[in-house]
């Protein structure tokens, strides 16, 4: 059996903690059940080589053509042509290339599976919606399954009209070898300090420095944190280049109004390690954004024995057991979501409880062989094969 996974980027550090694992696993757990795996995608920049062999998996990176990320590259028609695979695994909504992977996969009698990573955003823009309930639907349908992560995706997508039939629901998974001694706190911490970061406690949030991620909610909520604990600091870890610059600017800017802007450290292109030890290090993580098709850095938090304070909305709930694994308030009501931080930080107890439920819940709900049974029992239904073979 060959599975080709069809994607947007494959960077050869998808095996590294809090990286693209997600469009990792999958194939590996092909290879060790003795599938053939390949990876169709494209190079997003210059040092990527065309082709190479990751950890038993071929990778193949087309030229992106003359709009970046885009399908219109003849390379990676030809190739999606030419495939002898069995199953078409498709990562991706709306940039066409995974729509594109669904067409022709048709068109020669293949199999495939749609992962959309389909986001609800509170406000969708008529274009957007017009996609949604014509091409979106259209391509649900076209596909053979349809993988979400949440209940939540799943219930938008049958609202929308896709055959319920079609639809999975298969979560992203936990890593608990990354945090393995995470219960000796001792060093924890010791990367932060060496960066300048203090604050006890430290209440942490990763995530792109964009509006729609919340940030401008919990920082109001900081001058009531800071009236109780002078010493608190929020931490926010981004990648090294946020969609939306002038947001920076922005949150800052409301830090000094709301004269919390000392108790705030932003720090972007972080290495594995330093997120590690953030995680580490940790008082709670605080999760305030508005559009998640999963969020995992809930998932990573709870593996880390972190509890949660996240915003209640699109596929959180799902994740996050509210008042067992941490609380999910709508962090548009400040005073609510000021109250679930500040109870989670006056009890040691309380935090060490929801720490250790999270964790145990990280492991087991989201234990990677467990989905994967799921997956590959997926494909052999679709397939009409055993799943041993």
């Given at each position: 059996?060959?599975?080709?996974?069809?994607?947007?980027?494959?960077?050869?550090?998808?095996?590294?903690?809090?990286?693209?694992?997600?469009?990792?696993?999958?194939?590996?757990?092909?290879?060790?059940?003795?599938?053939?795996?390949?990876?169709?995608?494209?190079?997003?920049?210059?040092?990527?080589?065309?082709?190479?062999?990751?950890?038993?998996?071929?990778?193949?990176?087309?030229?992106?053509?003359?709009?970046?990320?885009?399908?219109?590259?003849?390379?990676?028609?030809?190739?999606?042509?030419?495939?002898?695979?069995n199953?078409?695994?498709?990562?991706?909504?709306?940039?066409?290339?995974?729509?594109?992977?669904?067409?022709?996969?048709r068109?020669?009698?293949?199999?495939?599976?749609?992962?959309?990573?389909?986001?609800?955003y509170?406000?969708?823009?008529?274009?957007?919606?017009?996609?949604?309930?014509?091409?979106?639907?259209?391509?649900?349908?076209?596909?053979?399954?349809?993988?979400?992560?949440?209940?939540?995706?799943?219930?938008?997508?049958?609202?929308?009209?896709?055959?319920?039939?079609?639809?999975?629901?298969?979560?992203?998974?936990?890593?608990?070898?990354?945090?393995?001694?995470?219960?000796?706190?001792?060093?924890?911490?010791?990367?932060?300090?060496?960066?300048?970061?203090?604050?006890?406690?430290?209440?942490?949030?990763?995530g792109?420095l964009?509006e729609?991620?919340?940030?401008?909610?919990?920082?109001?909520?900081?001058?009531?944190?800071?009236?109780?604990?002078?010493?608190?600091?929020?931490?926010?870890?981004?990648?090294?280049?946020?969609?939306?610059?002038?947001?920076?600017?922005?949150?800052?800017?409301?830090?000094?109004?709301?004269?919390?802007?000392?108790?705030?450290?932003?720090?972007?292109?972080?290495?594995?390690?330093?997120?590690?030890?953030?995680?580490?290090?940790?008082?709670?993580?605080?999760h305030?954004?508005?559009?998640?098709?999963?969020?995992?850095?809930?998932?990573?938090?709870?593996?880390?024995g972190?509890?949660?304070?996240?915003?209640?909305?699109?596929?959180?709930?799902?994740?996050?057991?509210?008042?067992?694994?941490?609380?999910?308030?709508?962090?548009?009501?400040?005073?609510?979501?000021?109250?679930?931080?500040?109870?989670?930080?006056?009890?040691?107890?309380?935090?060490?409880?929801?720490?250790?439920?999270?964790?145990?819940?990280?492991?087991?709900?989201?234990?990677?062989?467990?989905?994967?049974?799921?997956?590959?029992?997926?494909?052999?239904?679709?397939?009409?094969?055993?799943?041993?073979?």
């Open positions: 059996m060959k599975l080709l996974q069809v994607v947007w980027n494959f960077p050869n550090t998808v095996m590294r903690p809090f990286d693209m694992y997600y469009f990792y696993w999958p194939l590996r757990e092909a290879v060790q059940r003795g599938w053939q795996a390949e990876v169709l995608t494209f190079q997003v920049n210059d040092s990527q080589p065309a082709e190479e062999i990751i950890d038993g998996i071929r990778v193949r990176r087309c030229p992106a053509g003359a709009r970046k990320g885009r399908p219109f590259s003849w390379p990676f028609i030809a190739a999606l042509l030419n495939t002898d695979a199953i078409i695994y498709c990562h991706g909504y709306g940039t066409g290339s995974s729509e594109l992977a669904i067409f022709l996969a068109l020669h009698g293949r199999k495939v599976i749609f992962v959309p990573h389909f986001h609800a509170p406000s969708r823009r008529p274009l957007r919606e017009f996609y949604d309930k014509i091409l979106g639907r259209l391509f649900f349908n076209l596909s053979h399954r349809v993988i979400v992560f949440t209940d939540y995706t799943a219930c938008l997508l049958r609202d929308l009209g896709v055959n319920k039939k079609r639809l999975h629901v298969i979560p992203h998974v936990s890593r608990p070898e990354i945090f393995a001694d995470v219960s000796d706190r001792r060093e924890a911490g010791s990367l932060l300090r060496e960066a300048g970061v203090t604050g006890d406690p430290l209440i942490l949030g990763i792109q964009i729609r991620k919340g940030w401008e909610y919990i920082v109001r909520c900081l001058p009531a944190v800071i009236a109780r604990f002078p010493q608190a600091k929020l931490l926010i870890l981004g990648p090294s280049q946020p969609a939306e610059p002038a947001f920076r600017q922005h949150l800052e800017q409301l830090a000094t109004k709301l004269g919390v802007i000392d108790a705030i450290q932003i720090l972007q292109d972080n290495s594995p390690a330093f997120i590690r030890d953030a995680y580490r290090a940790a008082t709670i993580l605080t305030p954004s508005f559009v998640e098709s999963f969020g995992m850095v809930l998932l990573e938090a709870m593996t880390a972190v509890p949660v304070v996240a915003h209640q909305g699109t596929g959180i709930p799902c994740i996050i057991d509210d008042g067992v694994t941490g609380y999910v308030v709508n962090v548009r009501d400040t005073q609510a979501y000021t109250s679930a931080l500040l109870e989670l930080l006056s009890d040691p107890a309380l935090r060490q409880r929801m720490g250790a439920e999270g964790q145990r819940q990280a492991i087991t709900r989201f234990k990677q062989a467990e989905v994967a049974e799921q997956l590959f029992t997926m494909f052999a239904d679709v397939l009409g094969i055993n799943d041993s073979v």
